[in-house]
Antibody, heavy 124, light 112 residues
Framework: EVQLLESGGGLGQPGGSLRLSCAASGFTFSSYAMTWVRQAPGKGLEWVSTLSASGGTTYYADSVKGRFTTSRDNSKNTLFLQMNSLRAEDTAVYYC?????????????????WGQGTLVTVSS | DIVMTQSPLSLPVTPGEPASISCRSSQSLLHRNGKNYLDWYLQKPGQSPQLLIFLGSVRASGVPDRFSGSGSGTEFTLKISRVEAEDVGVYYCMQPLQPPYTFGQGTKLEIK
């Protein structure tokens, strides 16, 4: 059974940092691209970042580019989101999601499994 | 960036009746491979989103056949042939054609 378990959410200070983790199980983690999607309270879904299976290619939303870094440790089946220079507008539930493809060569979206999400609140 | 626009934003439906949601993109989602890069997701109350349809019309594993996706280019439709109580939630279209991948605003389906 595929499972994605996010952790690391909590209260962050404006200008501060948080690091989210997404522990994956039930599939060959190193073979699939992974994505972060967030949802501000009461709002819709916003794509944040996608990382290829190898970790060699990453895409970011303009709203987080230069502040957030997505990485993965395929030996530990874990996806990370390093969030720096936090802003109030980063307050959201952050979901990790799996794609059924590995990289641009076979990409077609279709995030087929999602975690339960972790809440990040940015406030002083 | 590709802008995704859904309509309606609110959809009250009587159980057993059909429902339809429209999704329009500001640019064509037709890939050079001939496939339309358009996903549909459902977020049920209190739950994470779940994939319903990908590549415009392909039902994801385990999705009931009362859900169908159609369309091409810039106009797409999600249809539910007979709405059931468990179908309540917010439906989102998303384009995975080119980053930044973008979602529609969401359509909230409720039971009358």
């Amino acid at each position: 059974e595929v499972q994605l378990l996010e952790s690391g959410g909590g209260l962050g200070q404006p200008g501060g940092s948080l690091r989210l983790s997404c522990a994956a199980s039930g599939f060959t983690f190193s073979s699939y691209a992974m994505t972060w999607v967030r949802q501000a309270p009461g709002k819709g879904l916003e794509w944040v970042s996608t990382l290829s299976a190898s970790g060699g290619t990453t895409y970011y939303a303009d709203s987080v580019k230069g502040r957030f870094t997505t990485s993965r440790d395929n030996s530990k089946n874990t996806l990370f989101l390093q969030m720096n220079s936090l802003r109030a507008e980063d307050t959201a539930v952050y979901y990790c999601a799996k794609a059924p493809s590995s990289d641009n060569s076979n990409w077609y979206g279709a995030f087929d499994y999602w975690g339960q999400g972790t809440l990040v609140t940015v406030s002083s | 960036d590709i802008v995704m626009t859904q309509s309606p934003l609110s959809l009250p439906v009587t159980p057993g009746e059909p429902a339809s949601i429209s999704c329009r993109s500001s640019q064509s989602l037709l890939h050079r491979n001939g496939k339309n890069y358009l996903d549909w997701y459902l977020q049920k109350p209190g739950q994470s989103p779940q994939l319903l349809i990908f590549l415009g019309s392909v039902r994801a594993s385990g999705v009931p056949d009362r859900f169908s996706g159609s369309g091409s280019g810039t106009e797409f439709t999600l249809k539910i042939s007979r709405v059931e109580a468990e179908d309540v939630g917010v439906y989102y279209c998303m384009q995975p054609l080119q980053p930044p991948y973008t979602f529609g605003q969401g359509t909230k389906l409720e039971i009358k």
